[in-house]
């Protein structure tokens, strides 16, 4: 089912991109979106690998994720960015019309790279709000580029109990290296709670129809994350009940950036990335093959709520229960933080926390 085939995405992708033993942030619902458009312009082999890192279509649950209640702020471009030396199928375009916050703008890759890569961050930094200003770094876009399909999204709520901000005082967090005073919140409050299969859970409920979810390992998040399969995971995830617990949680602030373009290649997509790649169904003019996948997720969580953004860019180029007692949960040491879509589970942000800000 997608979902099942979302969470192997996200599992993948994180386990691929993350730096051991470093914070780690990404968003799958961003680059599930590129990719599943990419999908839908490929044929042969390069739709075939794209079908097997993704798996089971996944765009209806990206679809269903793109809808918040009006409490939450939630902003998604799916933008084709196409050189005018190249012909858009009308099939991709009514494909992509369908899609949240779709449309396709004409830059000029060949004869201005510079001043397209500056009107794409410009856009992106729109829909981010500000918090991405620059995803494309100078020379990401070449005289040989001729498109890149780009999604972007902003994301923020509020918290349905917040963290009251007088209790927040530095804490000890312990990491693999030491021990660090950190910003540290406290709640009070009934959350959903489990402690299940050695990890400890923690669903913290937003407005909007969001959900941030804290996986806490009961032993060191190194040797417990590579045993996090899919199923344990999506165990974990519906595992939480009503609980009343005294939560100690690090303020989050998490920027990082990622080529995917390994990542992938290491996942089994290959020809993509190659002349013989086949995207003959976003344009039949010319071969047309990807040059670079660069992504970017900013993250942040305070007393209030959370606040996150993400953006992925391919590049195409062309040759030419309730308790009496309260459970103390003391988040102080390494551990992992999904931010979900409640009704359909699709994943906006997984991070690793290890040395929090």
């Given amino acids: 089912m997608a979902l099942d085939s979302h969470l192997d995405f996200a599992l993948a992708l994180h386990g691929a991109t993350a730096s051991p033993g470093a914070d780690a942030c990404l968003s799958p619902y961003s680059a599930a979106s590129a990719l599943s458009l990419a999908q839908r312009a490929a044929r042969g082999r390069t739709a075939d690998e794209l079908a097997a890192v993704l798996g089971a279509d996944q765009g209806e649950l990206l679809h269903a994720a793109a809808e918040v209640g009006e409490e939450a702020q939630l902003a998604i471009a799916n933008t084709l960015w196409a050189s005018d030396r190249i012909t858009v199928s009308e099939s991709f375009r009514a494909e992509l019309a369908g899609w949240p916050g779709s449309k396709v703008e004409t830059a000029p890759f060949a004869t201005d790279p510079e001043g397209a890569r500056q009107r794409i961050n410009a856009d992106v930094e729109q829909t981010t709000q500000g918090l991405i200003p620059e995803l494309l770094p100078e020379g990401a876009i070449h005289p040989l580029t001729r498109a890149s399909l780009v999604n972007a999204l902003y994301l923020k709520t509020a918290w349905r109990h917040p963290f009251a901000k007088h209790a927040t005082k530095d804490a000890d967090f312990h990491m693999p290296d030491g021990v660090r005073r950190v910003p540290t919140m406290h709640l009070d409050e009934s959350v959903g709670y489990a402690h299940e299969s050695d990890w400890q859970v923690v669903r913290l409920q937003a407005d909007g129809g969001i959900e941030a979810t804290v996986l806490l390992p009961d032993n060191d998040l190194a040797t417990a994350e590579p045993e996090l399969t899919r199923a344990k995971l999506r165990t974990l995830l519906e595992s ?15 920027d990082l950036r990622a080529g995917l373009d390994r990542a992938l290649q290491g996942l089994g997509v290959a020809a993509l990335f190659t002349p013989d790649a086949d995207l003959t169904g976003l344009s039949p003019d010319r071969p047309l ?16 709520g959370l606040e996150g953004a993400a953006a992925t860019a391919m590049q195409m180029r062309t040759m030419a229960l309730m308790h009496s007692e309260p459970l103390e949960v003391r988040v102080d040491r390494p551990f992992l933080l999904l931010v979900r879509h409640r009704e359909s589970g699709a994943v906006y942000f997984i991070a690793r926390v290890v040395r929090p800000a």
Avoid: F, T
């Avoid at 670079?292 to 993250?299: E, F, P």
């Fill in 240 to 254: 939480p009940s009503p609980r009343k617990i005294q939560l100690s949680l690090p303020k989050i602030s998490l």
């Fill in 289 to 304: 093959w990807v040059d670079s996948i660069l992504h970017q997720a900013v993250l942040r969580l305070d007393e209030e």
